[in-house]
């Protein structure tokens, strides 16, 4: 599967975003979707995870209660709602699809997950 992340941009604290990712392909309902970031100088870290039927999320703890993870398997497309956004929300954000045919966890870990966008960038101006 390919996935293409777009919605970055520049945007005051206090002020949201929403990321999409769009997949290719015609199984885009077998995959666990991921959305991952990287800022500058540090490590890629999870933000959000989505099982296939979108039933059940996972978040890092603190984007809880700010952002929002969903899908539209009709259309291929998993998103990332960002809002109350903080200057340390910068970073490149991923998005990530494992196949979850037979493990459907929406893991944090990015070493589950073998698909990966190109990085659409957040920047938020305190």
């Known amino acids: 599967v390919q996935l293409q992340a777009s919605g970055g941009g520049l945007v005051q604290a206090g002020g949201s975003l929403r990321l999409s990712c769009a997949a290719s392909?015609?199984?885009?309902?077998?995959?666990?979707m991921g959305w991952f970031r990287q800022a500058p100088g540090k490590e890629r870290e999870f933000v959000a995870a989505?099982?296939?039927?979108?039933?059940?999320?996972n978040y890092l703890d603190f984007v809880k209660g700010r952002f929002t993870i969903s899908r539209d398997n009709a259309k291929n497309t998993v998103y990332l709602q960002m809002n109350s956004l903080k200057p340390e929300d910068t970073a490149v954000y991923y998005c990530?699809?494992?196949?979850?045919?037979?493990?459907?966890?929406?893991?944090?870990?990015?070493?589950?997950?073998?698909?990966w966008g190109q990085g659409t960038l957040v920047t938020v101006s305190s």
């Open positions: 989505i099982t296939r039927s979108g039933g059940t999320t």
């Open positions: 990530a699809a494992r196949d979850g045919l037979r493990d459907n966890r929406p893991s944090s870990s990015n070493y589950e997950y073998n698909f």
């Open positions: 392909g015609r199984t885009f309902s077998r995959y666990v």
